[in-house]
């Protein structure tokens, strides 16, 4: 249901007092008067606490400095004058003793006449004793609509010439932004540019990131890598590739729903972290990470709440990527004892998200021990897939090779023996292959050469992969992989020694 529609039931139904929890007042008053006055034909009252009342010459400057007051302009006024009172951050006074008082002495004569009590407020705190009084209506930040609306006005009015692909790129990227600080960055945009186009989404994006920063738990990751950078797991690639416009118009318009997240389980080196920052990159969204040491507060209902303000802040900026690093440390069955049952509740509450959140916050998680994610995080519908990312065979650690070393010697990366490295690379991760090379360069580097493919060969066979030291971990994910119960990132087999 719409927000005025929802607003005009609930003051049709005589609700006493209305609670709308927001942080843009100016929209809200805007489009009460627009719709609300038209409608019901209400004399609207706006009130706050330093000038008073406003906007009504009767009453101007009436109850300055004194939230007592302006509710006694309630009674003042004939019981016959439909009347609606806006009355801004009062939600900081309720928990005054007079002030609660008072709202429950008038509650009767909002009941029996025309009148209706609107708080406007950006943080929500009712007081216990008149939770039965209040009634709560979120107002949603503007939708794609009314973004897209707003653009295109501002366009109009600068006599400029946009493409419709960059035009819905623009709007996907104020989403999650309020229209005055909209037009704050569209403002920003035409003084640093003097025209708009595909490169305000690095301001766009940037403006984000000072929302994100306002919050520990959260982390803004700038990020250039790509899906190429990744060797081997072409089923994975695939997956990611089809749901590349899934959060565009037209995929909106087919009917097609926004992909939900991705969990990426497997061994350490795999490249499961760089899939989550390639993702961002190639669909073009920002990459929140979530800090789960952050997460997890000492005083009882603090970790709860810290949660319930990464979802708001995830949603905000919506559409993005909520990347979860080791969920499994975060979530595991270890956590749940000792803790007053902390764990438990987070993990309820996050699930419950997962499940239902219709907001386009694609997650993408991942974790290196199965055994200590619970139940319900594996259970099909908390993810659209779960991917298991194994050691790369011996196809994929070429291909590895090639993109390292090309990314170092961009210009003899040709003349490396990439069969012969692959050979004598087994059981090594992509990030162990990494640092194989990193040390065939000191060598060169000391002797002040060239590093070769011999360099590399005599650091694989000093390097010690970390599967030798896992063995029974990663012959256990191997074998949960291959009993169907997860999908394979790679197409190339599985081999279990």
């Not at 037009?183 to 186009?197: G, H, N, Q």
């Not at 920052?277 to 997890?296: R, S």
């Not at 694989?460 to 256990?476: A, R, V, Y």
Request: net charge neutral; proline share 3%; aromatic share 8%.
């Amino acid at each position: 249901m719409k927000f005025t529609d929802e607003l005009t039931l609930l003051l049709k139904a005589r609700y006493p007092i209305i609670y709308i929890n927001t942080i843009e007042e100016d929209r809200v008053e805007y489009i009460i008067r627009k719709y609300i006055k038209t409608s019901l034909n209400r004399s609207i009252y706006s009130w706050d606490f330093i000038d008073g009342y406003t906007n009504n010459p009767n009453n101007e400057g009436f109850a300055k400095r004194n939230p007592v007051q302006a509710l006694e302009l309630v009674e003042r006024l004939t019981a016959q004058t439909p009347a609606l009172f806006l009355l801004k951050d009062f939600n900081r006074f309720l928990t005054d003793v007079s002030i609660s008082r008072k709202l429950k002495n008038i509650n009767r004569i909002l009941k029996l006449q025309p009148k209706t009590i609107i708080i406007v407020g950006s943080e929500l705190n009712i007081p216990t004793e008149l939770s039965d009084l209040i009634t709560i209506l979120q107002f949603q930040l503007p939708v794609e609509n009314e973004i897209n609306y707003e653009l295109k006005r501002l366009i109009e009015s600068l006599n400029i010439e946009i493409d419709q692909q960059v035009l819905e790129n623009l709007t996907r990227a104020c989403q999650g932004l309020s229209l005055e600080r909209i037009r704050r960055v569209l403002s920003k945009i035409i003084a640093t540019y003097k025209t708009i186009d595909e490169n305000s989404i690095k301001l766009l994006l940037h403006e984000k990131k000072q929302i994100i920063s306002q919050t520990e738990i959260l982390e803004y990751w700038s990020v250039n890598e790509t899906i190429s950078k990744i060797g081997g797991v072409d089923n994975l690639k695939n997956w990611l590739n089809k749901r590349k416009t899934s959060f565009g118009l037209q995929a909106s318009n087919y009917g097609l729903p926004t992909p939900r997240g991705l969990l990426l389980v497997g061994i350490q080196g795999t490249g499961k972290s760089l899939t989550a920052k390639a993702i961002a990159t190639e669909w073009q969204l920002p990459l929140l990470k979530l800090d789960v040491g952050k997460l997890f507060g000492g005083i009882v209902g603090e970790s709860e709440s810290r949660l319930r303000q990464m979802i708001e802040v995830a949603e905000t900026i919506s559409p993005c990527i909520l990347w979860i690093d080791e969920i499994d440390k975060a979530f595991s069955n270890n956590n749940s004892t000792g803790d007053s049952g902390t764990s438990n509740r987070v993990l309820a509450t996050f699930i419950s998200w997962l499940s239902e959140k219709t907001k386009p916050v694609f997650v993408v998680a991942t974790a290196n021990n199965v055994d200590l994610l619970p139940l319900e995080i594996i259970r099909k519908g908390r993810f659209d897939e779960i991917f298991f990312l194994d050691l790369p065979q011996k196809q994929e650690r070429e291909q590895i090779f090639k993109i390292h070393i090309q990314e170092f010697r961009p210009n003899r990366w040709e003349s490396f023996d990439y069969s012969k490295l692959a050979q004598l690379s087994e059981a090594f991760s992509g990030a162990e292959i990494r640092q194989s090379i990193i040390e065939a360069m000191y060598h060169g580097f000391y002797e002040k050469r060239e590093f070769t493919t011999e360099d590399i060969c005599l650091a694989l066979t000093q390097l010690i992969p970390l599967s030798q030291f896992e063995n029974k971990q990663t012959l256990k994910l191997k074998n949960w992989a291959v009993s169907g119960q997860i999908r394979l990132a790679s197409s190339k087999s599985i081999s279990i020694n």
